[in-house]
Structures are given as structure tokens and as C-alpha cells.
């Protein structure tokens, strides 16, 4: 056999692995949305409009916690420990998973005490989120772990459990008419696939190495936590802002217009769970085809929220809908047009985002999250003030438009710097490291 024929063999043999990384990212993220969609809707169908209302105020605060676990914990893990399942990856998930637990202990108990003092049912629906806050931040954290060591089969089935648990769970919320019984259900069955994670890695988290974790790691998940919290505490202002604007009525329609892209975020949230890993390894390998994969990466997102959209608008019958979302749906139909093209926004900002983290341009990234988000938020409570959820959801389209502009031309300046660190080196060793912080 030729050295050609070796080589060509070999690169044939890597890019079907990766096809198959790829493959585990979306078959897991299609069962988490779907997942999710099935919570959304039996919701959406049970509580009526303004308690489902309730239900996505308390979603949204999960996403929050969430994504300060995400920033500290597993994206370091994935940007610094993408690699096989080895001693040195078996210790970061240890620890990893033990810091993303202490987050979820610490953020669960300020949502039971916040909903201690608010009272109602929005104080009764937190105070249910922060009950079940630690399982979810540490089934959350396992698929990073799983698609750091290149087992996206694992993720799926710990998401395949999280399904199975969930049917029985909301069986009994269906029968109690009120947002918490639903938090619950749905943070109960969450922790049956965390503990599901102990097993498949066969790992117990250490909580005692959590604050060495952050410190270690403090140069990127400082910034990743903050960059994060851009993203989720500006989907959380534009929701309770929407909610003091328009009612909670309104903050219920557009989740409900978010449920109806819910199988296309499968394939954005899938592809996204494998490209960080991915492009950390292009890095290593030549930074020049960096920007080629992560416009692929992004293309591929808005091409398939393009066409999901299409589909939703023509061929979605308004009874399939009226089913889904009961009382919701006459207003959240209206939002499909604005939705998809925020979305479609989103697969294209994703993709330099990916890039940026396989970078470790951590200060990059921050700051064009939190320029991007300021054009989110404004944009959606402008437009609520000027036309409600309908509104909102135009004012985000353009804002997420703005945002593509900020997170490409971040990128760009991300493959420069890293060049200008990188190719003076001559040592080879040096060479393969991933060379930018920000």
C-alpha cells in the first residue's frame, strides 16, 4: 500500500469518526428536546396560558443556574480535556461534576428561599425548582463529560433514561393542575438519569475539589460563566420583562412559540454538543481550517432552522397545533416567522462561537456575548412595549441579526491572534497547543 493510499485511508477513517460523534451529538440532543417538548406540551395543555406562563419563568431561572454550572465546570472540562476516557480525564470529570453539583446545591437553595418570600404560584414553582436544581446541573454536566471522551452513545442513553422516567412523572403532574407539579416532575425524572450517570461512568463526583476546580480554571470559566449568564440572563430579562409589560399571558405565548422550533433545536443543540470537541481538535491540528468548520457548522444550523420554519408554516394544520398547544397556540402561530429567524441568527452566531471556544478566547467571546445580548434584550422589550409577545419576538429577530455581525468578526480576530502567538514557536510540541485566552 502507497504512503497515499495510507494517508487517504486514514483520513477516511477519521471523518467517519467524527461522522459517528456527530451522529451520538444529534441522536441525543433529538431525545433531551424531545424531552423537553413533551414537558412543554402536556404543560402547555394542562395549565392554560398564564400558568404555563409560570412553568416558563421557572424554565427560564433553571437556564440561568445552568449556565453558571456550564461556564465553571464543563466547559473547561471540554475546552481543556476533550480527549479519550483515560486517568487524566476520569480526575477533571470528578472534579468537574463535583463543582457543577455544589452550583446546583447553592442555586437551588436561593430559588427556595426566593419563592419563600414570593409566594403564590410562582414562589410554590421555584421553591419545587430549587428541590430538584442539583440533579439537573448534574445529569447536565455527565453529556459534557460523555462528548469530551468522544462517547456521545453514553449522553444518549443517560438522555434515553431522563425519557423513560419522565412518562410516569407527568402522569401525576397531569393530574395537579399547577406549575410546580410539573417543575418537579420534570426535575424528579432528571435526577433518576443523574444518578443513571454515576453508573455509566462509574465516577462519584467530588464536591471537596470545587473551589481547587474554579481556581484552576478560573481564566476560562470566569469567563465562560459570565459570557453564559449574558446569554441566559438576557432570555430571562426579556422574559420577566415581558411578563411586567404584557402579563404572564404573554410570557406563556412565547414559550410556546420556542416549543414549536423545539425538533430543530434538537439538531442546533446536537451538533453544538459535538463541534466545541471537534474544532478543539482542528485547532491542535491547523487553526486555518478553523473557519471553514465552524461555517459549516453554522450554515448547517441555519439551513436547518430555514427549512423547519418553512415547514411550520406550511404544512403545520392549525388543529395539530390547537392540539399541542391548546389555548396557547392562537397567539404563539403568530410567532413562528420571527422565531425561525431568530433561530436561524443563532445556528450562524453558534458556529463562531464554536471556533472562539476551541480557541480558549474566552475574553473574545464575553465580550461579544454581552454586546450581543444587549441588542436581545433590547430589542425584545422594545418591541413588547410597542407590540406585546408579537413585538417581542420581531425585536429579538433583529437583534439576533446584529448579533451574527459580532460573534464572525470576533472569530476573525480570535484565528489572528492565536496565529501571532502560534507560528512564531518552533518546537513542535508547542505548535499543538491551543494558544489564545483572549
Known sequence: MTVRNRVARIRRGAGGTVARRVGWGLADQAVSSLTNFLVGVVAARTLGATDFGLFSLAWVTFGLVLNVSRGLASDPLVVRFSGPADERWREAVRRSTGTALVIGCVGGLVCALVGLALGDGLGAALIGLGAVLPFLVLQDCWRFAFFASGRGRHAFVNDLVWGIALVPALLVADRHPAAVWFVVAWGVSGGVAAAAGLGQARLVPDVTAAWTWVRDHRDLGLRYMVENLCQSGAGQARMYGLGAIAGAAAVGTVRGGELLLGPFLAVLMGINLVAVPEATRIVRREVGRLRPFCLLVGGVQWFAALCWGLA???????????????????????????????????????????????????????????????????????????????????????????????????????????????????????????????
Open 312 to 438: 411550520l408554516l406550511l404544512l403545520l394544520p392549525a388543529a395539530v397545533g390547537a392540539y399541542l398547544l391548546g389555548a396557547v397556540w392562537p397567539t404563539a402561530s403568530q410567532l413562528i416567522v420571527p422565531a425561525t429567524l431568530s433561530v436561524m441568527s443563532a445556528g450562524l452566531s453558534s458556529g463562531a462561537s464554536t471556533g472562539l471556544r476551541a480557541l480558549g478566547a474566552a475574553a473574545l467571546g464575553l465580550r461579544a456575548q454581552l454586546i450581543a445580548s444587549v441588542f436581545y434584550v433590547g430589542g425584545g422589550l422594545t418591541g413588547a412595549l410597542l407590540g406585546g409577545a408579537v413585538g417581542s419576538a420581531w425585536g429579538v429577530a433583529g437583534g439576533a441579526l446584529v448579533g451574527v455581525g459580532v460573534w464572525w468578526w470576533s472569530l476573525g480576530v480570535g484565528v489572528r491572534r492565536h496565529r501571532a502567538h502560534v507560528e512564531p514557536r518552533t518546537e513542535p510540541d508547542k505548535q499543538a497547543e491551543p494558544g489564545v485566552t483572549g
